[in-house]
């Protein structure tokens, strides 16, 4: 009997549960927005942080500080790697130091929404997380990159050959996820390569290549410097080898140096 009477607490316990997050959930939105707008580094401004009951989602809205580079940073963030930021976002996320707000955001059911606004309050870049990955650990999101790089280098194959410039065609790149490797092949044209030394020239290009990597953030240097990948560039002209070179962590970790 008692068994019996507990079966039919439990949807009441569920109730109670869900509404106890939902009311910490709400007074918790009500005081972060207390202390909006804030900076949170990176010439990153967090606007606002929003109880959508109707739709059970929080989302949290973040835009650039007023400069005469936000322009850039907004055309920066609008052409980035959609895969990759929504990886790093969710490492952010699970490493949030408030667990609390986290687990009263699963009590109530809800979504988290994250989302980058323009100066006029158009989203450049947004992510909505359900229960099963906000509440996922650190390790289980990092052993998700490989299927983050495989996505992401499928979109980026679909988009090649591609001319980076006068002289160079990217033609195609492949990813071996189980030995951690990414090969990117291109081909060199209409460059007189008389009395060039093959081995000087290459050598400059490996390192512009580590240098515009650490310049820029992205998936790249996440997957060599964080993830212990290996990136070869394979160079032809008309159909022969020129040159091929990798770039790995010792790479990346001695120009930082």
């Known amino acids: 009997m008692r068994k019996f009477l507990f079966f039919l607490l439990f949807p009441f316990l569920l109730l109670s549960c869900e509404m106890?997050?939902?009311q910490s959930l709400c007074n918790s939105v009500a005081i972060?927005?207390?202390?909006?707008?804030?900076?949170?580094?990176?010439?990153?401004?967090?606007?606002?942080?929003?109880?959508?009951?109707?739709?059970?989602?929080?989302r949290f809205c973040y835009s650039y500080k007023e400069s005469e580079n936000r322009e850039q940073y907004e055309e920066k963030l609008r052409n980035s790697d959609k895969n990759f930021m929504r990886y790093v976002e969710l490492l952010d996320v699970v490493n949030y130091q408030e667990k609390n707000?986290?687990?009263?955001?699963?009590?109530?059911?809800?979504?988290?929404?994250?989302?980058?606004?323009?100066?006029?309050?158009?989203?450049?870049?947004?992510f909505?997380?359900?229960?099963?990955?906000?509440?996922?650990?650190?390790?289980?999101?990092?052993?998700?990159?490989?299927?983050?790089?495989?996505?992401?280098l499928r979109e980026q194959q679909s988009k090649?050959?591609?001319?980076?410039?006068?002289?160079?065609?990217?033609?195609?790149?492949?990813?071996d996820v189980n030995n951690n490797k990414v090969v990117l092949y291109f081909t060199i044209h209409d460059l007189n390569m008389d009395?060039?030394?093959?081995?000087t020239l290459f050598a400059s290009i490996k390192s512009s290549t580590v240098e515009n990597i650490i310049s820029s953030y992205n998936l790249t240097y996440s997957a060599i410097y964080e993830h212990s990948w290996k990136f070869i560039y394979d160079y032809k002209m008309?159909?022969?080898?020129?040159?091929?070179?990798?770039?790995?962590?010792?790479?990346?970790?001695?120009?930082?140096?």
């Open 20 to 22: 106890q997050g939902k």
């Open 195 to 199: 009395n060039r030394n093959i081995d």
């Open 238 to 257: 008309n159909g022969d080898s020129l040159s091929r070179f990798s770039v790995t962590w010792s790479d990346i970790d001695s120009s930082l140096d």
């Open 128 to 152: 909505v997380y359900g229960k099963n990955e906000y509440n996922m650990s650190y390790d289980e999101v990092v052993s998700t990159f490989p299927n983050v790089m495989e996505e992401s």
């Open 32 to 58: 972060m927005n207390l202390m909006c707008p804030t900076s949170v580094g990176d010439n990153l401004m967090m606007d606002s942080v929003l109880y959508k009951g109707k739709d059970k989602r929080v």
């Open 160 to 175: 090649l050959p591609l001319e980076l410039d006068l002289y160079t065609i990217m033609d195609s790149l492949s990813c």
């Open 101 to 126: 707000f986290l687990l009263y955001m699963t009590w109530a059911d809800f979504d988290l929404q994250i989302s980058y606004l323009d100066s006029k309050g158009n989203e450049l870049l947004g």
